[in-house]
C-alpha cells in the first residue's frame, strides 16, 4: 500500500462521473467537505491482496501510520482517498474498495471524524495544503 498524506486547511469534493470501476454510492457520498484534517490518499496494490497475511493487518499497519501522524499535527479528521496514481501495481477494485471500507470502519472506532471519497469515480476536489514540515508525508507498507 502506498499512502501520500497532506495536513490540509481544506478539502472538498464533487463526484462528476463514475467509472467502469465505481462503486455504488448514495446521495451523501455525491460531496463532502473537510476542515484541519489529514488527506490521505492512498493506493492498495497487488502485493497486499496476495499477501498471505490478509487485509486486516494491512488495515491495522495503515491505521497505525494514519494515527501517529494526527498525533504528531494534532488533528481528529481524516479524509481516505482512493487515488490510483500512487503506484503502477494496482489490486483488483473489489479487493481495494473492501480495504478502503474496512480502514473508515476502523477509523471511525478509533474515534477519528472520517470522509471516504467514492471509489472509482472522476472528481473535482480542491484542497489548501498548511505547508509546515509535516505537511506532505508519505509512506509505504509492505507486508
Known sequence: ???LFIHVDYFNYKVK???ELAEKIDSSQ???????SLLVLLSVEKEDEESKTGSDKLVSR?????EEIVTQIKVENITLF??????????SPDY????LKKL????KKSGLNTLRVPFGWYKN???KSKGHPLSVLSRTIHL
Open 1 to 3: 500500500m502506498k499512502l
Open 17 to 19: 462521473k463514475e467509472t
Open 30 to 36: 455525491r460531496s463532502g467537505e473537510t476542515e484541519n
Open 62 to 66: 495503515a491505521l497505525n501510520e494514519i
Open 82 to 91: 482512493p487515488f490510483a496514481h500512487l503506484s503502477e501495481s494496482l489490486s
Open 96 to 99: 481495494a474498495i473492501s480495504v
Open 104 to 107: 473508515e470502519k476502523k477509523a
Open 125 to 127: 476536489f480542491e484542497l
